[in-house]
């Protein structure tokens, strides 16, 4: 895994996520919050799941791991309490506006973190720890990888809410977002 594979997937993520919005857009209030069966409780649970996951992960990658101080809760509860530690307004967190904001500012940050980034560091081993405090030690890059997975994990669970909603769904595979940025390309 080179910097210029990594920089490839978080292009991807950063399109799919794009791509996620532009139809949680359209949605009502109703469709954004209403309880469902899947992973996390609504639309709204689950695209915050994916952004906070992002959020952590680009801490721990910068050097702090932000710690939850509840035990025995929810996915939900424990990230959104990381979250808090970590001087996020969690209360901004509700409306899909402020998931765009939280999102946008990710994406800026990480991209400064891609940008210091040289290719050995992806081999180095980052010690971080879990939201528990229970510590661990892998390939920074094999962690950045597993952040895009598990954002495609999740927007797929976001597609099918969607769909359990009666809203529109859009094409999230990345086949797609290679051929558009290929057309892209072609166009320059």
């Known amino acids: 895994m080179t910097l210029t594979d990594i920089r490839s997937l978080y292009a991807y993520n950063l399109w799919a996520n794009q791509r996620m919005f532009s139809v949680l857009e359209k949605l009502t209030d109703a469709q954004f919050t209403t309880p469902r069966q899947s992973s996390f409780p609504s639309i709204h649970e689950s695209a915050l799941h994916i952004l906070a996951a992002e959020w ?27 979250l808090s530690n970590g ?9 899909l506006s402020g998931l765009r904001g939280f ?6 940050e990480r991209r400064q973190y891609l940008d210091s980034l040289k290719d050995d560091a992806l081999h180095a081993r980052l010690s971080y720890t879990d939201m528990a405090g229970k510590p661990f030690s892998m390939p920074l890059g094999e962690l950045m990888q597993h952040v895009v ?19 529109e769904t859009i094409s999230l595979d990345m086949v797609f977002f290679f051929r558009e940025r290929q057309q892209s390309a072609a166009a320059d």
Do not use: C, F
């Open 103 to 108: 999102a946008d500012s990710i994406e800026q």
């Open 149 to 167: 997975n598990h954002g495609t994990y999740h927007r797929g669970q976001v597609t099918t809410l969607l769909r359990q909603a009666g809203a």
């Open 87 to 95: 001087g996020v307004a969690v209360e901004g967190l509700s409306s």
């Open 56 to 82: 952590i992960w680009l801490k721990r990658w910068t050097g702090s791991s932000p710690l939850a101080t509840v035990s025995n809760a929810t996915t939900a509860a424990t990230m959104s309490s990381a």
